[in-house]
């Protein structure tokens, strides 16, 4: 039985009523979906988004719910699937990003460095580009730069070099094959400290790479607040620094509004507040969650109010 990620402490956050209307970016395997549904009832609403066809397997268990709508799409153009749905606004909207465990786990994907299979890691399988494309024609420099702004990953140059090395021999065509050149440029010592694996930061930095995960994450935030009525929820679960960076960021200064520098005295700019922080800390689950799913570890939850 899959159970979603901080799922109470997300019913909390957005403060779910009978009757409300709600989006859920990112459906995986409708998990939180599920749960939303017995909150909303027959009146309300939830429509789930999701770029995977995968999820199309997951959409078929709700096909008797008439409060359930799904569209295939990227969340970064979540304004476009609310306009198709004929939906203005939402009471709450909810992401949480990433990969599911299924798609990690899927041998086949090439997600995960603990399993051998093709270069590929795109959650749309429509998109041209794949890791195959990044690890063999980005240009050294490039490959370099992903691998320290997604997965900060202080052996960047040093595994984009070995990359490149490797490659002008012949591409570099599986999971396995990349776990050999990044564990080659690590140097032995370094790696035997870590109790990560030592290619943990570069699939991670390609897959955000390959899907623009970040791009697509700060494109959606102003439109999830768009779309929100007031008094409307925001709620996000982020699995790395740099998600969560981004949401904080973008939470932290949409409630404060103004974005006049400090040396101006008084307000000139006159941009207000759109949302209201629920909580200045950020929430992570309770140890007995992760023992019980240690792939939670690092799940971390922000919640907003639209003003
Ligand atoms: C962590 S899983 C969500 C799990 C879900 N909450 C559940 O309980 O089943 C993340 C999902 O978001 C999808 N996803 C990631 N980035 C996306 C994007 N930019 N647009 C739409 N879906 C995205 C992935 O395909 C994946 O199915």
Known sequence: MHVPV?????LAALDLKPGDKVLDCTFGRGGHTREFLKFVGPHGLVIGLDVDRAALKAVEEFKDEPAFRFARCNFRHLDSA?????????????????????????????FSYLHEAKLDMRMDERQRESAYEVVNAYAEAKLAEILWEYGEER????????????????????????????????PKEVRDKEDQHPARRTF?????????????LKEALPKAVQ????GGRLACISFHSLEDRAVKQFMV???????????????VCQVNPTLRLLSRKVIAPAASAIEANPRCRSARLRAAERL
Do not use: M
């Not at 984009?160 to 990044?182: D, G, H, K, W, Y």
């Open 6 to 10: 901080l799922l109470q402490e997300t």
């Open 82 to 110: 609310l306009a198709l749905a004929d939906v203005r606004q939402v009471n709450k909207v909810f992401f949480d990003f990433g990969v599911s465990s299924p798609q990690l786990d899927s041998s086949w994907r090439g």
């Open 155 to 186: 052996w960047s140059k040093r595994i984009a070099a070995f990359i490149v090395e490797a490659r002008a021999n012949r591409p570099i065509e599986t999971t396995q094959e990349l776990v050999s050149v990044i564990k080659a440029a690590i």
């Open 253 to 267: 200064e949409s409630a404060k509004g103004c974005i006049c520098p400090p040396a101006i005295p008084q307000c």
């Open 227 to 230: 779309a929100l009525a007031r």
């Open 204 to 216: 991670q930095a390609l897959r955000i790479a390959v899907n623009d995960e970040l791009n697509s």
